[in-house]
């Protein structure tokens, strides 16, 4: 199983970006399909995921109302929409794959190679 994330780069506080997760290798109907984000010096945190059944999403508070994470199950494909990204918003991106709805990171079982978002003041 391959997550081949993407779509990082340098944007303005206020900006817009869109990151996608190509998924290979594996049927991904049962799985639940996270970002997480990782900001130098922090911990990986969670950031937003989405239930391949039955299509359910969950945010983190911080991010809640600017970001938008969908789902195209005919390319295996994951998005996320980020809106009023903000200098906080800095870190490099991770997708990943669960066999269950979880927001911590542990239980995730396959990982993409990540993708770098800055966001300057």
């Known amino acids: 199983v391959q997550l081949q994330a993407s779509g990082g780069g340098l944007v303005q506080s206020g900006g817009s970006l869109r990151l996608s997760c190509a998924a290979s290798?594996?049927?991904?109907?049962?799985?639940?399909m996270g970002w997480f984000r990782q900001a130098p010096g922090k911990e990986r945190e969670f950031v937003a995921l989405?239930?391949?059944?039955?299509?359910?999403?969950y945010y983190a508070d911080s991010v809640r109302g600017r970001f938008t994470i969908s789902g195209d199950t005919a390319k295996n494909t994951v998005y996320l929409q980020m809106n009023s990204l903000k200098p906080e918003d800095t870190a490099v991106y991770f997708c990943?794959?669960?066999?269950?709805?979880?927001?911590?990171?542990?239980?995730?079982?396959?990982w993409g190679q990540g993708t770098l978002v800055t966001v300057s003041s």
């Open positions: 990943a794959a669960a066999p269950v709805v979880v927001t911590t990171p542990d239980p995730y079982r396959y």
């Open positions: 290798g594996g049927t991904f109907s049962r799985y639940a």
């Open positions: 989405i239930n391949w059944s039955g299509g359910s999403t």
